[in-house]
């Protein structure tokens, strides 16, 4: 199994905290806490995406251990850790401005410099990826929020992804089909919460009062998502009963 990208489905085991009837040792903030995936927010919720990738439950990191403390832990349970972020792996910075640090999980790794992380903030987001680019060497470029307060300390290697060779074009061209729902899902929905460029809120506010265009049956306006056909078909109509 590759490791996860996108936001987990509902009630998946491995996001859903330990008394809630899941595996994951991790408590989400409870004043942002998702209660479909109770883990989450909270960037040590990472530790079930670790073991998620071997779907045979929580073999490893069964505790919510802090981030500063957790690369010791791992070295106890005979994990390797490495300087380079690998593939499935745990990135783990110490300080930040409690002193706790962060994890973050190595989702895809596109050269030595640059890789996608999956990863949840305890104050912020319940599930984000970043674009992250080695910098300095503290890995922070990418990620909005991480000051020079953080400060990378290795990558906790997944042992359930193997070395394996180059995939065939067959297996690659599957692997897309598989994933691209997924991935197109979560760009449409990014689009559909992107506000209007400023140049244009004044023809967009004269569309809506005239009703060429009023957005979604809900009334959301959507400026950065694609037209469709049948969205095209009600502009047209509009005009032409104009």
Same mark, same amino acid.
């Given at each position: 199994?590759?490791?996860?990208?996108?936001?987990?489905?509902?009630?998946?085991?491995?996001?859903?905290?330990?008394?809630?009837?899941?595996?994951?040792?991790?408590?989400?903030?409870?004043?942002?806490?998702?209660?479909?995936?109770?883990?989450?927010?909270?960037?040590?919720?990472?530790?079930?995406?670790?073991?998620?990738?071997?779907?045979?439950?929580?073999?490893?990191?069964?505790?919510?251990?802090?981030?500063?403390?957790?690369?010791?832990?791992?070295?106890?349970?005979?994990?390797?850790?490495?300087?380079?972020?690998?593939?499935?792996?745990?990135?783990?910075?110490?300080?930040?401005?409690?002193?706790?640090?962060?994890?973050? &999980?190595?989702? !895809?790794?596109? +050269?030595?410099?640059?890789?996608? /992380? *999956?990863?949840?903030? %305890?104050? @912020?987001?319940?599930?984000?990826?970043?674009?992250?680019?080695? &910098?300095?060497? !503290?890995?922070? +470029?990418?990620?909005?929020?991480? /000051? *020079?307060?953080?400060? %990378?300390? @290795?990558?906790?290697?997944?042992?359930?992804?193997?070395?394996?060779?180059?995939?065939?074009?067959?297996?690659?061209?599957?692997?897309?089909?598989e994933m691209f729902p997924t991935l197109m899902a979560a760009y449409l929905a990014d689009l559909a919460q992107q506000p209007a460029d400023a140049w244009a809120?004044?023809?967009?506010?004269?569309?809506?009062?005239?009703?060429?265009?009023?957005?979604?049956?809900?009334?959301?306006?959507?400026?950065?998502?694609?037209?469709?056909?049948?969205?095209?078909a009600a502009i047209l109509k509009s005009l032409m009963t104009e």
């Amino acid at each position: 199994m590759l490791p996860r990208i996108s936001r987990p489905s509902k009630g998946n085991p491995y996001y859903v905290n330990i008394l809630d009837g899941g595996v994951n040792p991790a408590k989400g903030n409870p004043k942002l806490l998702n209660k479909d995936l109770t883990a989450l927010p909270n960037c040590v919720a990472i530790y079930g995406w670790f073991n998620e990738i071997g779907q045979k439950g929580m073999q490893y990191l069964k505790k919510a251990y802090y981030p500063y403390s957790v690369i010791a832990q791992a070295k106890r349970e005979g994990l390797e850790v490495t300087t380079e972020p690998t593939l499935g792996g745990i990135m783990v910075w110490t300080g930040g401005r409690t002193g706790e640090g962060h994890v973050a &999980g190595v989702a !895809e790794i596109y +050269d030595e410099k640059h890789i996608l /992380t *999956a990863e949840s903030e %305890y104050y @912020g987001k319940d599930w984000a990826n970043y674009r992250r680019y080695i &910098g300095n060497g !503290e890995w922070a +470029d990418g990620c909005y929020w991480m /000051t *020079a307060l953080y400060h %990378y300390q @290795g990558c906790i290697k997944n042992p359930f992804i193997k070395e394996q060779d180059d995939m065939t074009k067959p297996e690659t061209e599957a692997l897309v089909r598989e994933m691209f729902p997924t991935l197109m899902a979560a760009y449409l929905a990014d689009l559909a919460q992107q506000p209007a460029d400023a140049w244009a809120q004044p023809m967009i506010e004269y569309c809506q009062r005239y009703g060429l265009m009023v957005g979604d049956p809900d009334g959301n306006f959507r400026p950065q998502s694609p037209v469709k056909r049948e969205e095209m078909a009600a502009i047209l109509k509009s005009l032409m009963t104009e």
